[in-house]
């Protein structure tokens, strides 16, 4: 059944839409379409001729599923269409993610959220998804009460222009960073990971204090935390649970390096906070393209997938 | 008369002897003599010319102040030497840091300490030294329960070979890394962050839970951090007090690359965390070759230096 559905990669050309064109490949799916701006209309990705990403073209009727990895205001104007030409819609923007009524899901975390959509669910950001995944089987074992988290974000986050830039970037000058919008007290970055966390978790007082940092590095994203919970949880205790969880591999020091290509949120490090009472330390790496957004989504239209067939 | 004074740097062919050796320069010290191991014995180092570092050399008695910018076991082995000879030690390894009656120094923070040398001073590690200089002025006004610090930590600190190592990689090619020694626990850099913060603050007992990760950054360190205060601080309060502080410059998101030839540490990003009831997150940068070690350590000489000219 899968191979037969026709689908629609919006922002082809992008780095986490070229990411999704493999997954979708070596995931056996073989209508697959790639959409972008006008200007990268004809140009050739794979065996895939990329079509100008029209309201007209959208709207035609013609696709099942469409995955958007655009910009938030290009995601606000397309996605309409898609879902009035009867698509299902992954959208991988901010544009959706807070909406009421409308499913922010990571699937081991959250899947079943996906069912209750009205045509379109949302991916989380790319640190939110790796932190929800590590967080939950803590959160159902012993209770979050609190969360600090400090990221060291790769470029690819910022797409690829800028992964060109770090690669033209003469070796040793790169820097820390902080490129997202400043709200005079934080960066939307902070925000998105807080506000979003919160909403996957289901947990909507948990205060997360978030501190965003860009660092030299192409691929891979990685996450040092701290949490607190309810109830006790010894460090054994945690690595089990997170060792047992979906989506997570444990490792003893996870870099993004190590995580490049891989599915699971690789978690390790984990140790007591000895500053509260019931407070542990972690450490954990995810590719930012993979896990972090492409496939993220694919594992989200599948579950979509799966109940329309089941409807049928 | 500070031209007078007779000064050794061992370790002159490292990243931090060669700017130990520049800073001499620029503050005016002209009797500088540059040691190191027997393989950079003859070595031009500007108009200095390297000479072995030997226990003869140094217990030669010809040395009034001597700074040692070399590892741990070479330190234990030659300090005493340089101490028998009669010169003041400013040691910048970890041989002597946690050593009971050796004051462990940052100028700013408490610099008095440094009058009750018996020979050497231990400067601190190059992440505690801008720490302990951003929480000081908020102990002082509120008094410090907690810090939580993840680091973002230059090549440079590893020394010489590994920025060129940096400058060798391929751009884009860069990797996080932990590459300190692992206890089971934690890694040694952590454990010196944590005892080295207490031993300069006088707080023993302080919660300090570190996370060190190291980035593909040449020169310059940076610490997200996150604190708490017996009694309440106001943003404004803090940012006031640390503005006030010495060795300190406020910043709005300070990075590697602006701390990079600045004496002063950058402190900026600092609000609120909702987490805790007085609750504070911040972010800091430094310049971890002259305020995280070189410069550091001059200041400690100089103040030496002021008591033995008092003294005579």
């Given at each position: 059944m899968a191979s037969d559905v026709r689908i629609g990669v919006v922002g082809a050309t992008g780095a986490v839409g070229r990411i999704t064109l493999d997954l979708l490949r070596e995931r056996g799916y073989s209508h697959v379409r790639g959409l972008a701006s006008a200007r990268s209309a004809g140009k050739k990705l794979g065996d895939v001729i990329v079509e100008e990403a029209t309201p007209a073209t959208l709207a035609a009727?013609?696709?099942?599923l469409c995955f958007f990895s655009v910009g938030t205001a290009t995601s606000r104007e397309l996605v309409p269409h898609a879902v009035g030409g009867g698509a299902l819609v992954v959208d991988?923007?901010?544009?959706?993610?807070?909406?009421?009524?409308i499913p922010l899901v990571v699937p081991e975390v959250?899947?079943?959220?996906?069912?209750?959509?009205q045509g379109i669910v949302a991916n989380p950001n790319c640190c939110a998804i790796p932190l929800s995944i590590a967080l939950k089987p803590l959160h159902d074992a012993a209770g979050l009460t609190k969360v600090r988290v400090s990221t060291y974000q790769s470029v690819s986050g910022a797409g690829a222009r800028r992964m060109e830039e770090l690669r033209a970037?003469?070796?040793?000058?790169g820097n820390l960073g902080m490129d997202w919008d400043f709200d005079g007290e934080e960066y939307d970055e902070e925000t998105k990971l807080r506000t979003e966390t919160r909403k996957i978790l289901e947990l909507p007082d948990l205060p997360i204090s978030a501190t965003c940092v860009r660092v030299p590095v192409l691929i891979g994203h990685a996450e040092a935390v701290w949490l607190e919970t309810e109830a006790p949880l010894s460090v054994d205790d945690a690595r089990g649970l997170i060792g047992d969880a979906p989506g997570v591999r444990l490792e003893e020091a996870p870099t993004p390096r190590d995580a490049v290509g891989i599915d699971e949120v690789l978690v390790g490090?984990?140790?007591?906070?000895?500053?509260?009472?019931n407070g542990l330390a972690l450490f954990l790496a995810v590719d930012n393209l993979r896990k972090g957004a492409a496939l993220n989504a694919i594992q989200i239209a599948e579950i979509m997938l799966e109940r329309r067939a089941v409807a049928a």
């Open positions: 009727g013609d696709l099942d991988k923007s901010s544009a959706y993610r807070l909406q009421e009524g959250n899947g079943h959220r996906a069912l209750e959509h970037t003469p070796s040793g000058e490090r984990i140790r007591r906070d000895e500053g509260a009472r």
